[in-house]
């Protein structure tokens, strides 16, 4: 099984609202990463968790507050967001040390702040 | 700092025509990373290579390493109209040793044409 799955697909939320974005891999994988999209741009990384441990921040705002309760899930807590952080949202896992560290990319939450 | 250039950036393509993708990257690194982004899609694993003088192919798809000089190719033989989508090429950044951290090129958004 190489799959990674997210949820929801699309969220849709005010600037005052806190929701979550969740997501899940079943590969045994030990390092999982948040991305943010916005169109026709690469992917940007905002976070890396390794063996559950916050590992990598990328000055991500403080609005942003990801979360990893367990080897499999990954979740990213949104409150307070502002319309520039409309983008498409990808979790991704891999191994976190030996073999080809590839990044094994979910579906992605297209996320819109109103 | 690592940086990753594709050129090109935009693609038009004749069905049935080759060429070929490049990706540059800054400082040494001996993992690469080809994938496929469909419009409004997840990224999709096409190759990794991962030493140098690599090469995979997989259908009309062909990737090569070469580390010394810093250069992966992506090479489309007879393009099929299926094959529109955007490329990223993506280096392996190393964090202590660990997993590391994906440093993607700009993608380059190929368009087959009958």
């Known amino acids: 099984d190489t799959e990674v799955t997210q949820t929801p697909k699309h969220l849709v939320m005010g600037m005052t609202n806190k929701k979550s974005l969740k997501c899940e891999q079943h590969m045994g994988h030990r390092a999982m990463y948040w991305y943010k999209q916005k169109a026709k741009k690469p992917p940007e990384l905002m976070f890396v968790?390794?063996?559950?441990?916050?590992?990598i921040n990328e000055s991500v705002p403080s609005r942003f507050s990801p979360e990893c309760p367990n080897s499999s899930l990954l979740n990213l807590h949104l409150h307070a967001l502002q319309p520039e952080d409309s983008a498409l949202y990808l979790c991704?896992?891999?191994?976190?040390?030996?073999?080809?560290?590839?990044?094994?990319f979910g579906p992605g939450t297209r996320l819109t702040v109103t | 700092e690592l940086k990753v250039e594709q050129n090109p950036l935009f693609l038009s393509m004749q069905e049935g025509k080759n060429y070929t993708i490049y990706c540059n990257y800054s400082?040494?690194?001996?993992?690469l990373y080809w994938y496929r982004q469909d419009p409004g899609k997840s990224l999709e694993s096409l190759f990794v290579l991962l030493s140098n003088g690599a090469v995979k192919q997989e259908g009309r798809l062909m990737a090569s390493l070469d580390t010394k000089a810093r250069l992966s190719t992506l090479h489309i033989t007879a393009a099929v109209h299926d094959l529109s989508a955007t490329y990223f090429c993506?280096?392996?950044?190393?964090?202590?040793?660990?997993?590391?951290?994906?440093?993607f090129g700009k993608g380059t958004k190929l368009s087959v044409k009958p």
């Open positions: 400082t040494t690194s001996d993992r």
């Open positions: 968790y390794s063996y559950e441990k916050l590992s």
């Open positions: 991704a896992s891999s191994q976190a040390s030996g073999g080809t560290y590839e990044q094994y």
């Open positions: 993506a280096v392996l950044l190393y964090y202590g040793g660990s997993q590391g951290n994906l440093i």
